[in-house]
């Protein structure tokens, strides 16, 4: 099985930057996922890592240690929007299907 | 327009009636699966697809029937459907194989069960 850790809620300010940590015990590592999730609606994909390292989209980047069972999603110039929950899931076993965390949820304040 | 459709998005019944949740995608993809969300406990799976005419139980199966006829259908069934099944649901699919398996989601069901 797979054992996924994130925090379970975090507040931030408006146009502040904010770090949501996870970490991940799975054997048979084939990248990790982070999904954006606003209240009551479908989860949408925002990053995959495989390869150590951080990887920037825009506002959003994603860091991933592959050695520490670690990854980080990293929101810049925060907005209003960006408040929902944030999954990180892993996919292991040959599989690229990901195992979800229970996320964590933002909730940024102006 | 690529999509994955639930229906219904909202449903109220009663303990024991049969219910039957449809999900659709029209992107070709091998794989689908249902997820339950419940608060504090995130997504968690129920049934999977890889393919036509293959299913496997993930990790909540208890009470729930699939069926894999077609590529683009996999619907998920309460036989007798009971309160503690009361939740959000929601069908994902994607294709096998590369990092750009993403998983696209549906937009719920959401589910009473009175």
């Known amino acids: 099985g797979q054992n996924i850790d994130q925090p379970t809620e975090m507040t931030a300010t408006e146009g502040a930057i904010v770090q949501i940590n996870c970490t991940y015990q799975?054997?048979?590592?084939?990248?990790l996922f982070w999904y954006q999730q606003h209240a009551g609606e479908a989860p949408t994909f925002l990053s995959y890592?495989?390869?150590?390292g951080l990887e920037e989209k825009g506002r959003f980047s994603s860091f991933l240690s592959r050695s520490k069972g670690y990854s980080y999603l990293l929101l810049k110039e925060l907005q209003m929007k960006d408040s929902a929950s944030y999954l990180c899931?892993?996919?292991?076993?040959?599989?690229?299907?990901?195992?979800f965390g229970r996320g964590t949820s933002l909730i940024v304040h102006p | 327009e690529a999509q994955v459709t639930q229906n219904p998005r909202y449903l109220i019944t009663v303990t024991g009636k049969k219910l039957t949740v449809t999900c659709s995608q029209n992107?070709?993809?091998?794989?689908m699966s249902w997820y339950r969300q419940d608060p504090g406990l995130g997504l968690r799976q129920i049934y999977y697809?890889?393919?036509?005419?293959?299913?496997d139980k993930g990790d909540v199966p208890e009470g729930y029937k699939v069926s894999r006829k077609e590529k683009r259908n996999f619907p998920l069934i309460l036989e007798s459907p009971s309160p503690n099944q009361t939740s959000l649901y929601f069908c994902?699919?994607?294709?096998?194989?590369?990092?750009?398996?993403?998983?696209?989601f549906g937009p719920g069901t959401r589910l009473t069960v009175l």
């Open positions: 899931a892993a996919a292991s076993g040959g599989s690229y299907i990901p195992t």
């Open positions: 994902a699919s994607s294709f096998l194989g590369g990092d750009t398996d993403t998983q696209y």
């Open positions: 992107m070709n993809h091998e794989y």
């Open positions: 697809s890889m393919n036509v005419e293959v299913t």
């Open positions: 799975t054997s048979g590592f084939n990248g």
């Open positions: 890592n495989v390869l150590d």
